[in-house]
């Protein structure tokens, strides 16, 4: 199941191929573990042309969040031929949630939410699902979060006819009560796509961050993202407020937020996700 120039340049880096176990789901990458002369790996794998430099980018992403007490998978290589692009990673053993997985989960992200820098944004632009991010510096947050995540989009969804230039304006009149809703707080290390799919449970029940769309941005982006698709624990969130609490509010903010991974969903995989955007919108109309 792994290509044949694929299979070349891993064996060139990683020994000799002895068995490979696809990996389910990925709806941009291919992807499982495999077993080499030289030890366990994961590798994944996508079409170079179509998603360019995805993985020096991701790859970058990892090393950044590798700065937290979060575990993230080490980055053994990313190699390159002119049809395919593959990320060579560690080989985490899976394993199942214990008592204090998600109290430290949640520990361990609110302290990830403490590395800043002085702007928002990030030295490179990078990937959110399969469309591009761009990561631009800003001074402050709704400038960043307006300009670098809502509008190019919103650009997206106009060229490719799903939405409308009144649809627009509903989102230019809610920039312009942003700055009485959202929080204002210094950057945050965000990994970015924090929903279900990108984390697992290595074999000792501790939580390990996988594909990643990290920036300098508003810590909250990432608890919203874990609620969009039915949300983690409780104990994840009792234990991130206890360790680092988020102002006031924060259930009014987080729909705002989730605009941002709503809009991607519209451009990738069609109007399904147009009427939950309507409906957040509309609150504020």
């Not at 992200?109 to 959110?128: F, K, R, T, V």
């Not at 903010?253 to 939950?276: A, E, M, T």
């Amino acid at each position: 199941m792994i290509p044949e120039d694929i299979k070349k340049s891993i064996s060139d880096k990683l020994g000799v191929i002895h068995s490979f176990q696809q990996a389910s789901g990925g709806c941009i990458n291919n992807g499982g573990a495999i077993s080499t002369s030289k030890g366990a790996f994961f590798i994944k794998w996508n079409n170079a042309k179509k998603y360019p430099d995805m993985f020096v980018a991701e790859a970058k992403g990892l090393d950044l969040l590798r700065q937290s007490q979060l575990i993230v998978p080490k980055v053994i290589d990313v190699l390159h031929n002119q049809e395919y692009q593959v990320l060579v990673l560690e080989h985490i053993e899976s394993g199942s949630v214990t008592s204090k997985t998600w109290k430290d989960f949640g520990q361990k992200l609110a302290l990830m939410h403490q590395i800043s820098q002085p702007q928002y944004g990030l030295g490179h632009d990078n990937y959110m699902g399969s469309l591009n991010q761009v990561n631009q510096w800003h001074n402050t947050w709704i400038d960043f979060f307006i300009d670098q995540r809502l509008e190019p989009q919103l650009k997206i969804s106009r060229e490719n006819g799903l939405i409308d230039s009144s649809f627009e304006f509903k989102f230019q009149r809610l920039y312009k009560l942003l700055p009485d809703i959202l929080s204002i707080e210094k950057p945050a290390l965000v990994h970015g796509d924090l929903w279900s799919g990108n984390y697992m449970i290595d074999s000792n029940g501790n939580t390990v961050l996988i594909d990643p769309a990290v920036s300098f941005s508003h810590r909250e982006v990432d608890l919203a993202m874990t609620k969009l698709f039915g949300g983690f624990s409780n104990d994840f969130y009792s234990s991130y407020q206890e360790t680092c609490p988020t102002a006031k509010g924060l259930s009014e903010r987080l729909d705002i937020y989730n605009l941002y991974p709503l809009l991607i969903h519209l451009n990738v995989f069609g109007s399904g996700y147009l009427s939950q955007i309507r409906s957040i919108v509309s609150r504020y109309d």
